[in-house]
Antibody
Framework: QVQLVQSGSELKKPGASVKISCKASGYRFTDYAMNWVRQAPGQGLEWMGF????????TFAQGFTGRFVFSMDTSVSTAYLQINSLETEDTAIYYC?????????????WGQGTLVTVSS | DIQMTQSPSSLSASIGDRVTITCRAS??????LNWYQQKPGKAPKVLIY???SLQSGVPSRFSGSGSETDFTLTVSGLQPEDCATYYC?????????FGQGTKVEIK
């Protein structure tokens, strides 16, 4: 079955970097783009952008440029989110989610989420 | 950016009740609207895509309607397992945006 499995929780200090992985299985990785979504504690969902897994080209939502990096390794069907120069405000659960559909698109499935805590 | 506004922010209903959640877009988005369900401690799951198409495997008590700026998600016969937060999402234009969520509780 189609599944996205993310890496485990991270505790980082301000100014550090973190790299989260999202391993896909059950489908051809390069057939579907991969989204990243942030959910701050007790808050709603915020779309960060996606990576075209065919070309490696990323698209970022405003507010997620500069410190955020989307990458992938097609040999292991894995997408990555790296956040540099971490700030306490980056504390959140980060989800990867496959983009499906053609003219109408939606996110399915989602990874289980990775909690990143930024604290001194 | 297109703003998505859901109402109410929370509601409490009894088992078997018909529950309606509304989502309003700040500009017309045709039917480029999805609905997700997020249970506590879990990842979101798609319920409805393209405003009214039921995702495979989702119970038929969930339905969606609307176009342009006004959309509704209806649960016809609330069940205990429907206790969750529901989000609408527009995929009409970048950046794709979500509503703030509607928390559904059981009375």
């Amino acid at each position: 079955q189609v599944q996205l499995v993310q890496s485990g929780s991270e505790l980082k200090k301000p100014g550090a970097s973190v790299k989260i992985s999202c391993k896909a299985s059950g489908y051809r990785f390069t057939d579907y783009a991969m989204n990243w979504v942030r959910q701050a504690p007790g808050q709603g969902l915020e779309w960060m952008g996606f990576i075209n897994t065919n070309t490696g080209n990323p698209t970022f939502a405003q507010g997620f440029t500069g410190r955020f990096v989307f990458s992938m390794d097609t040999s292991v069907s894995t997408a990555y989110l790296q956040i540099n120069s971490l700030e306490t405000e980056d504390t959140a659960i980060y989800y990867c989610a496959r983009l499906v559909g053609d003219s109408f698109v939606w996110f399915d499935p989602w990874g289980q989420g990775t909690l990143v805590t930024v604290s001194s | 950016d297109i703003q998505m506004t859901q109402s109410p922010s929370s509601l409490s209903a009894s088992i078997g009740d018909r529950v309606t959640i509304t989502c309003r877009a700040s500009q017309g988005i045709s039917t480029y609207l999805n609905w997700y369900q997020q249970k506590p401690g879990k990842a979101p799951k798609v319920l409805i895509y393209a405003a009214s198409s039921l995702q495979s495997g989702v119970p038929s008590r969930f339905s969606g309607s609307g176009s342009e700026t006004d959309f509704t998600l209806t649960v016809s016969g609330l069940q205990p397992e429907d206790c969750a937060t529901y989000y609408c999402q527009q995929i009409y234009s970048f950046p794709w945006t979500f509503g703030q969520g509607t928390k559904v509780e059981i009375k």
